[in-house]
């Protein structure tokens, strides 16, 4: 029998997306010419774009000290993995929604292939850089073990959280650096016709509207709403700020539906706003204003039953020409008011409207405020001082409202949860109109201060305290909607924690060689599950954390089937051909139209079943079969 080794999942599908890689894969696509033996050929670029580059020395640029670095980071793949946490989560078997404990940079790197493009919103409340928010240096050389050290889940000492003080010299470069690589890495998973908001006060708008422009691009900017937070600013400063602010992008303006993006359009919207008191055949309407800001014609229009002369406002132009005017007078689609002796004014029509949505205002003032967000907590957790600053869940469910469809399965992100009020929101939208959305919540389980009241309450963490907070809140939803026959609410959440990866490296120390030579075949670290192993390859194969698995025993080996078939993973010990055989005719009953086997390499009795076990994968068409 030929000597045959079963593939191993290679360096790059046990890490996280190298967007580096992928980056420079696109740039040979479109230019193979720069290609070299050591890499790219930038001299060849630049003469292939021409009069693109910019050679300036001076020229107009937004930077700072560790933007490089802040960028790169942003392309390092992860090590890490995400670990389940079944205990903890809630509807474990049914729910679609996640609940990730963790640092969301290294969260984001590890959702790149799972959910590329998949994003429809994002909301995050990110640290404003008061003084008083916990700004923590990212480690570039490993992120994971800084952050198990700064979150208290290993013995070293590390480095530990701070507050970024205004005294500091890196007061704006400390928080810069923090946000900008989240965001580049969050574009990455929206949608085309994705957006984001991004909750912000005064002290870093400035900086974040700069990062924003440079990481979504000018023309993708949409707003900077304006949203009354509270009703007075008790005497702070010579102006007291009331409001903060969400900046709000597309992903992509040209892909952006705005017939989709506002308030769905209601009835009482349309009772209270359409009519037809003058019997028009052609239904119900209501008025549009006949001019706009934009350049366009400009002429005097005259009321044909006084006579009286009318230009556009100041700086407004008429939104038709003028021969278009005469003829729409003539068809009583342009009147002059009710009385007809006002100035001209548009009939717009019910059955002419194309649109879905009402458009979104840039000034809210009616969603909801600080206080309400605070009281609305202490009421759910029984207890009023567990977190400072909630945002108010009417405010999110106003966002996710006016960003998402009811009748798709929208996936929402926020990774910066809190107190997982976003969570709540996408809950409480379904309720209402019945929708399918999804939430993915990140927060990192940042140690929570043994002094304070959520400590001597129960909580150890913030992520305890948003968890809790959703667990509490689906199930008052669940309670009230059941009065109302809306059903099958998805009101549940799967938790998993960051970690590092469940595959250990081989580190050999010269002192125990002998003991790791021994051990080198076996990858998988003694203290992880087969679950643990089994969702770190769903990350890496870049499949969906949600798909369904379904655990068989064949042969008395667990096989655990994801996706109906389309991978079928079995990491126990003594594997023979026989449980190949089993396996091969699990696939033929499912019939998936494609089907991954894997294996833990050092599973099988012997190498003879390991080639065995392959020959027979082949012969039920299973050919993409690897181990770990």
């Given at each position: 029998?030929?000597?045959?080794?079963?593939?191993?999942?290679?360096?790059q599908?046990t890490q996280?997306?190298?967007?580096?890689?992928?980056?420079i894969?696109?740039?040979?696509a479109?230019f193979?010419?720069?290609?070299?033996?050591?890499g790219?050929?930038?001299t060849?670029l630049?003469?292939l774009?021409?009069?693109?580059?910019?050679?300036?020395?001076?020229?107009?640029?937004?930077?700072?000290n560790?933007?490089?670095?802040?960028?790169?980071?942003a392309?390092?793949?992860?090590?890490?993995?995400l670990?389940?946490?079944?205990?903890?989560?809630?509807d474990?078997?049914?729910?679609q929604?996640?609940f990730?404990?963790?640092?969301?940079?290294?969260v984001?790197?590890?959702?790149q292939?799972?959910?590329?493009?998949?994003?429809?919103?994002?909301?995050?409340?990110?640290p404003?850089?008061?003084?008083?928010?916990?700004?923590?240096p990212?480690?570039?050389?490993?992120?994971?073990?800084?952050?198990?050290?700064?979150t208290?889940?290993?013995?070293?000492?590390?480095?530990k959280?701070?507050?970024?003080?205004?005294?500091?010299?890196?007061?704006?470069?400390?928080?810069?650096?923090?946000?900008y690589?989240?965001?580049?890495?969050?574009r990455?998973?929206?949608?085309?016709?994705?957006?984001?908001?991004i909750?912000?006060?005064?002290?870093?708008v400035?900086?974040?509207?700069?990062?924003?422009?440079?990481?979504f691009?000018?023309?993708?900017?949409?707003?900077?709403?304006?949203?009354?937070?509270?009703?007075?600013?008790?005497?702070?400063?010579?102006?007291?700020?009331?409001?903060?602010l969400i900046?709000?992008?597309?992903?992509?303006?040209?892909s952006l539906?705005?017939?989709n993006?506002g308030?769905?359009?209601?009835?009482?919207y349309?009772?209270?706003?359409?009519?037809?008191q003058?019997?028009d055949?052609r239904?119900p309407?209501?008025t549009?204003?006949?001019?706009?800001?934009?350049?366009?014609?400009y002429?005097?229009?005259?009321?044909?039953?006084?006579g009286?002369?009318f230009?556009p406002a100041?700086?407004?132009?008429?939104?038709?020409?003028?021969?278009?005017v005469?003829?729409?007078?003539?068809?009583?689609?342009?009147?002059?008011?009710?009385?007809?002796?006002?100035?001209?004014?548009?009939?717009?029509?019910?059955?002419?409207?194309?649109?879905?949505?009402?458009?979104?205002?840039?000034w809210?003032?009616?969603?909801?405020?600080?206080?309400?967000?605070?009281?609305?907590?202490?009421?759910?957790?029984?207890?009023?001082?567990?977190?400072?600053h909630?945002?108010?869940?009417?405010?999110?469910?106003?966002?996710?409202?006016i960003?998402?469809?009811?009748?798709?399965?929208?996936l929402?992100?926020?990774?910066?949860?809190?107190?997982?009020?976003s969570?709540?929101a996408?809950?409480?939208?379904?309720?209402k109109d019945?929708?399918?959305?999804?939430?993915?919540?990140?927060?990192l389980?940042?140690?929570?201060?043994?002094?304070?009241?959520a400590?001597?309450?129960?909580?150890v963490?913030?992520?305890?305290?948003?968890k809790?907070?959703?667990r509490r809140?689906?199930?008052?939803?669940?309670?009230?909607?059941?009065?109302?026959?809306?059903?099958?609410?998805?009101?549940?959440?799967?938790?998993?924690?960051l970690?590092s990866?469940?595959?250990?490296?081989?580190?050999?120390?010269?002192?125990t060689?002998?003991e790791?030579?021994?051990?080198?075949?076996?990858?998988?670290?003694?203290?992880?599950?087969?679950?643990?192993v089994?969702?770190?390859?769903?990350?890496?194969?870049?499949?969906?954390l949600?798909?369904?698995v379904?655990?068989?025993?064949?042969?008395?080996?667990?096989?655990?089937?994801?996706?109906?078939?389309?991978?079928?993973?079995?990491?126990?010990?003594d594997?023979?051909?026989?449980?190949?055989?089993?396996i091969?005719?699990?696939?033929?009953?499912?019939?998936p139209a494609?089907?991954?086997?894997?294996?833990r390499d050092?599973g099988?009795?012997?190498?003879?079943?390991?080639?065995?076990?392959?020959?027979?994968?082949?012969?039920?068409?299973?050919?993409d079969?690897k181990?770990?």
């Amino acid at each position: 029998m030929s000597k045959m080794t079963l593939e191993k999942l290679s360096t790059q599908d046990t890490q996280s997306l190298d967007i580096r890689a992928e980056n420079i894969a696109k740039l040979k696509a479109l230019f193979p010419e720069i290609l070299t033996e050591k890499g790219i050929d930038f001299t060849v670029l630049k003469q292939l774009l021409g009069e693109e580059i910019e050679e300036a020395e001076e020229r107009y640029s937004f930077t700072w000290n560790g933007k490089a670095q802040a960028r790169r980071l942003a392309q390092t793949p992860s090590t890490g993995t995400l670990r389940p946490c079944k205990e903890e989560s809630k509807d474990w078997d049914s729910t679609q929604n996640l609940f990730i404990e963790g640092d969301n940079l290294e969260v984001l790197k590890l959702l790149q292939k799972s959910y590329h493009q998949q994003v429809k919103m994002i909301y995050i409340d990110p640290p404003y850089n008061t003084g008083k928010d916990f700004i923590y240096p990212d480690d570039f050389s490993d992120n994971i073990k800084n952050y198990l050290e700064l979150t208290g889940q290993t013995d070293e000492v590390g480095i530990k959280f701070s507050a970024n003080s205004e005294t500091s010299g890196r007061y704006h470069t400390n928080w810069l650096n923090m946000i900008y690589p989240r965001l580049k890495l969050a574009r990455n998973l929206l949608r085309d016709d994705g957006v984001i908001f991004i909750s912000i006060d005064d002290d870093e708008v400035c900086n974040l509207r700069k990062v924003s422009d440079e990481i979504f691009g000018e023309e993708n900017f949409l707003a900077q709403i304006v949203w009354k937070k509270k009703t007075n600013g008790n005497n702070q400063g010579a102006m007291p700020a009331v409001h903060d602010l969400i900046l709000v992008y597309s992903k992509s303006i040209e892909s952006l539906d705005e017939s989709n993006f506002g308030y769905p359009i209601t009835q009482s919207y349309i009772d209270k706003t359409f009519s037809n008191q003058d019997d028009d055949p052609r239904g119900p309407w209501t008025t549009m204003d006949l001019s706009a800001n934009h350049k366009g014609p400009y002429f005097e229009i005259v009321n044909p039953n006084t006579g009286d002369v009318f230009l556009p406002a100041k700086g407004r132009y008429w939104v038709f020409n003028e021969a278009e005017v005469k003829n729409r007078i003539a068809d009583g689609r342009i009147i002059f008011g009710k009385t007809g002796k006002s100035g001209p004014i548009q009939k717009s029509f019910l059955k002419d409207k194309q649109t879905k949505r009402i458009k979104a205002e840039s000034w809210w003032d009616k969603h909801g405020l600080n206080a309400d967000g605070t009281k609305e907590l202490a009421e759910l957790l029984e207890h009023p001082k567990l977190f400072d600053h909630s945002k108010p869940s009417s405010l999110i469910q106003n966002i996710i409202e006016i960003s998402t469809d009811k009748d798709e399965c929208h996936l929402i992100l926020d990774f910066f949860s809190g107190s997982g009020t976003s969570g709540h929101a996408a809950i409480l939208q379904n309720s209402k109109d019945g929708g399918n959305r999804r939430f993915i919540c990140v927060q990192l389980d940042e140690l929570i201060d043994k002094s304070s009241d959520a400590f001597k309450a129960g909580y150890v963490t913030i992520a305890d305290i948003g968890k809790e907070r959703i667990r509490r809140a689906g199930e008052k939803i669940v309670t009230n909607i059941n009065k109302s026959g809306i059903k099958n609410i998805d009101a549940g959440f799967k938790v998993f924690k960051l970690d590092s990866s469940n595959i250990k490296p081989w580190d050999a120390d010269f002192d125990t060689l002998s003991e790791d030579l021994l051990s080198a075949n076996e990858v998988i670290k003694p203290e992880r599950t087969q679950e643990d192993v089994l969702f770190e390859i769903l990350l890496k194969y870049g499949l969906d954390l949600n798909l369904p698995v379904n655990v068989h025993t064949l042969e008395g080996k667990t096989v655990f089937e994801v996706g109906a078939g389309a991978l079928l993973v079995c990491l126990d010990k003594d594997v023979t051909e026989s449980v190949a055989e089993a396996i091969g005719q699990l696939k033929a009953k499912l019939t998936p139209a494609v089907c991954r086997v894997v294996f833990r390499d050092a599973g099988f009795a012997d190498d003879a079943a390991k080639v065995n076990a392959v020959q027979v994968l082949k012969q039920f068409g299973i050919d993409d079969v690897k181990s770990l």
